[in-house]
């Protein structure tokens, strides 16, 4: 199978998401957002979405977007996350996430994750299953081993 272009930039900018086989769609400093085919690789034994997926999906596109806010494109780090669950996305279930910062300081970014199943008849239907906060360390310095992290950023974001 032919990977298609959101399969290459997720693999590209979340190797984790990418593993699990969410589809990053944009990434801009204001906005990041994908989508999430439930299969039996993310869910628990009750076939429902596990809830560290749906952490890893908000950690995941939270960090890509602080990334892509920075200065430059330094350095994010997240340091707290909080995720309530509010209803399951059974196995099939198609997930759509979107990431948008409520505060983008110097020092300091805040992203909230929403996570919506869709309905598979109506598209423009949803009904939010995760709500989330992540707070970001931001501006840090980039290690030298890491240099080129930006660079694959730089190729698929909105800047």
């Known amino acids: 199978m032919e990977p298609t272009a959101s399969s290459s930039k997720t693999a590209a900018l979340g190797a984790p998401l990418h593993a699990l086989g969410f589809e990053i769609e944009d990434v801009s400093s204001q906005m990041v957002t994908g989508r999430l085919h439930v299969t039996h690789n993310c ?12 952490a890893l999906i908000a950690e995941g596109l939270a ?3 602080a990334h892509t806010a920075t200065r430059g494109l330094k350095r994010v780090a997240g340091v707290q996350l ?17 990431a948008t910062p409520i505060t983008v300081g110097s020092t300091v970014q805040v992203w909230e994750v929403q996570l919506w199943k ?3 008849w109506n598209s423009e239907s949803r009904t939010l299953i995760a709500s989330s906060r992540v707070t970001l360390l931001t501006n840090m310095p980039v290690p030298e081993h890491a ?4 660079e694959k950023l730089k190729k698929y974001a909105k800047l």
């Open 63 to 65: 960090s890509i977007g």
């Open 147 to 150: 240099k080129d992290a930006s």
């Open 82 to 98: 909080s995720i309530n669950h509010l209803k399951p996305a059974q196995l099939g279930d198609l997930v759509f996430a979107q």
């Open 118 to 120: 869709i309905d598979p």
């Open 43 to 54: 869910c628990q034994p009750f076939k429902v979405l596990h809830g560290g997926v749906s």
